[in-house]
């Protein structure tokens, strides 16, 4: 399994950026997929995820500004992100955990920078 996330930039605060994720190969349709985050010198974070099932689990921080959504038939998951701050900046990864074979997948990150 592939995934290629695309829709990174560098913005202003308070505008707007939509993150996009394809994933390829062998996928099952029962799958959750979602995003992470890394911001410099520190760890990867959970962003936002939802299930096939269209449940969606969002971190505190973006509650609010971020959606996550997904396209099933096309096995891509998307995150808008409206309000965005300085520190929503870093490295955004998509990421997709299948539940059939128990195993998870993580993209090359796409960088997202918040400044004036």
């Known amino acids: 399994v592939q995934l290629q ?3 990174g930039g560098s913005v202003q605060p308070g505008e707007s950026l939509r993150l996009s994720c394809a994933a390829s190969g062998m996928i099952f349709n029962s ?3 979602g995003w992470y985050r890394q911001a410099p010198g520190k760890q990867r974070d959970l962003v936002a995820q939802m299930s096939n099932s269209g449940v969606a689990h969002y971190v505190d921080s973006v509650k609010g500004r971020f959606t996550v959504s997904r396209d099933n038939l096309n ?3 998307y995150l808008q992100m409206h309000g965005l701050k300085p520190e929503d900046t ?6 997709l955990t299948d539940y059939y074979t128990g195993r998870s997948y993580l993209g090359r990150g796409t960088q997202v920078t918040v400044s004036s």
């Open 5 to 7: 996330a695309s829709g």
């Open 31 to 33: 799958n959750l997929m």
């Open 75 to 77: 096995h891509t998951v």
């Open 90 to 95: 870093a490295i955004y990864f998509c990421f």
